[in-house]
């Protein structure tokens, strides 16, 4: 069995070499029917085999792409295209003007895919949608846990200050001889008035402060 595997897999690598084969020496005809000789024939099928493995190659290792779908298909109409005109549909004496303009564009053309498929990025992977959240009912979804609440801390309460009674301020003392004075004023007035002087009026007629006014007018009385 290993040696029918190997013979069939032998027997498609020969078929790849003859077509290989032929479709290069197609090429370098139909270059050289378009006035392109020498060296310069025999780049072009090189050219066109190698811009379609590069093609295959990023169909292979980064899957399907418009941009590489795009360039195989060009070197593949190429290819196909030389095997074509070279089996007698064009006379390759007087190739058209057309093939000539194919020809003369082809290497510019191959330029630009094959940088292209170098250098471009791979596209990125679309994102996963996230996976839908099953609805559950309210009666059988899970309680949150309670949390313990921290233990009370005694707020202190401002105690308002006592109002405390203003200290009764002593009387001044008075001399005896200004108390003696106050009474003859005291005595003349009610003499004159028929009524006791008051703390007013023995002030202005003693001439003393208020708080002094009132200590005479307490020994008087």
Request: hydrophobic share 50%; charged share 15%.
């Amino acid at each position: 069995m290993g040696a029918r595997h190997g013979l069939r897999v032998d027997a498609v690598l020969v078929q790849a070499v003859i077509a290989g084969a032929l479709s290069f020496a197609h090429l370098h005809d139909l270059a050289a029917a378009a006035g392109q000789d020498g060296w310069k024939a025999w780049a072009y099928p090189v050219s066109v085999d190698l811009l379609l493995v590069a093609a295959w190659r990023r169909l292979r290792s980064e899957g399907p792409s418009r941009l590489a779908w795009c360039w195989f298909l060009i070197a593949l109409f190429a290819s196909l295209g030389a095997n074509v005109a070279t089996a007698g549909f064009l006379d390759l004496a007087n190739p058209p003007a057309l093939l000539r303009l194919g020809i003369a564009g082809w290497p510019a053309l191959a330029f630009l895919g094959g940088t292209l498929l170098a250098h471009s990025s791979a596209a990125e992977p679309e994102p996963v949608p996230p996976a839908p959240v099953p609805d559950i009912p309210n009666d059988e979804r899970p309680l949150p846990e309670a949390v313990p609440e921290p233990d009370a801390v005694p707020v202190p309460v401002p105690v308002p200050p006592t109002a405390t009674a203003p200290a009764s301020t002593p009387a001044p003392p008075v001399p005896a001889v200004l108390v003696d004075h106050a009474r003859k004023v005291a005595d003349e007035y009610r003499a004159r008035t028929g009524a006791p002087i008051d703390t007013d009026t023995l002030r202005s007629r003693l001439g003393v402060p208020p708080h002094l006014a009132d200590a005479i007018a307490a020994q008087l009385a």
